[in-house]
């Protein structure tokens, strides 16, 4: 069963920038589609980004584009979300799955991360 593992994520202020990771126990980067998701207290998990391991251009939520940026180093086998000009509404536990059909549906994804907390503060 791979494993998918997320980190970086911490409390920052408004107007930070702030980078997440993921990597997996196999080979993740640049094999499997891989997103983003996050989920807020007290809301559903939304999609945030996704990158496809064939060179289709990444897919953005509308409340991220122009802020976050999907990328990854496949060498590092590593996945990576960058995040600027956070707000207090990008506050939310931030998870990244991956899997071989995946896109913006989270049913799509095979594997799961536990999860990292990115909070923003005023």
């Known amino acids: 069963q791979l494993q998918v593992v997320e980190s970086g994520g911490r409390s920052v202020q408004t107007g930070d920038s702030l980078r997440l990771s993921c990597t997996g126990s196999?080979?993740?980067?640049?094999?499997?589609?891989v997103g983003w998701f996050r989920q807020a207290p007290g809301k559903e998990r939304e999609f945030v980004a996704t990158?496809?391991?064939?060179?289709?251009?990444?897919e953005y939520s509308e409340s991220v584009k122009g802020r976050f940026t999907i990328s990854l180093d496949s060498h590092e086998n590593t996945v990576y979300l960058q995040m600027n000009s956070l707000n207090v509404e990008d506050t939310a536990v931030y998870y990244c799955?991956?899997?071989?059909?995946?896109?913006?549906?989270?049913?799509?994804?095979?594997?799961w991360g536990q999860g990292t907390q990115v909070t923003v503060s005023p």
């Open positions: 196999g080979q993740i980067a640049g094999s499997l589609n």
């Open positions: 990158l496809s391991n064939s060179g289709r251009a990444p």
């Open positions: 799955a991956a899997g071989w059909s995946g896109w913006v549906r989270a049913g799509t994804y095979d594997y």
